[in-house]
């Protein structure tokens, strides 16, 4: 990691008149690299299991020579297994990493950050004007990426029941294959199918919340899952620290720094 990506917090350069902000180191580089890994398979596990379940292109001629199912189904396999190491890394994470990817960014244990939970929600509902203030995740957004990753792991699990009906040895028939043998096939290429949905529909949400978000703070949220950094107001981050979803400068460095 950089030095600049290890420093402490600093106030950007602001033109006169401006709101001072402060730049802050939030999400860390392999967060980064996961949610972009994560991102990718969505989108390539969606549209080759969409072709698998309904295939939307056809070929002519034998089999032998226009093998775009078995192509596809390949395709669909590489990314579910690369899917998987990145969901099995961000739990992981979720305990060796900072403040920031830590596992109380998505279970609210403190009264405060249930406070903030049921503030996110009076927001959404439009009886509050504006998000209370976080730095990392808000308690709101911290439990649907805790029931989302439940969904993942239940798409996870069918994929790979699924994947191996033809296969009747090896660790992933021992780990998975009981699954088909007690709910049945159908069963368990049906709720394979409506987990996809869900995860979609998911996607759609956590795409607008991040630019309404962004657009009422002008935190720069939506970039800093490139860059990894935010821009806050002092007064953000002090209400932030209020909510228990945030911090100092000292604490802050202190979490970059480990």
Known sequence: MSAQETSAPHASPIAEG??????????????RIAHWLNVLSIVVLSVTGYYIASPFITTQGAATDN??????????????????????????????GNRWA???????????????LGR????????RPRPPA?????????????????VFAIQIATGFSLYVLPDHTGVLLWLFGWI????????????????????IAFTIHHVYSAVLI???ERSGLVSSIVTGYKSLTPEHIA?????DAGAGRATIHEQERG
């Not at 088909?180 to 995860?199: E, K, N, S, Y």
């Open 18 to 31: 401006a709101e001072a902000r402060e730049t802050l180191y939030v999400w860390d580089l392999l967060v």
């Open 67 to 96: 093998f775009l199912m078995g192509a596809i189904r390949f395709t669909h396999f590489l990314f579910a297994f690369i899917f998987t190491v990145t969901v099995l890394f961000r739990i992981y994470w979720a305990l060796a």
């Open 102 to 116: 830590g596992w109380r960014q998505f279970i609210p244990t403190s009264r405060k950050r249930l406070r903030a």
């Open 120 to 127: 996110m929600g009076r927001y959404y509902a439009f009886l």
């Open 134 to 150: 976080v730095v990392g995740h808000n308690p709101l957004a911290g439990a649907a990426y805790t029931a989302i990753y439940v």
């Open 180 to 199: 088909t043998a007690i709910f049945g096939v159908q069963p368990v290429r049906l709720v394979h199918d409506l987990a996809m949905w869900v995860i």
């Open 214 to 216: 962004d657009i009422e």
């Open 239 to 243: 209400e932030a620290r209020e909510n």
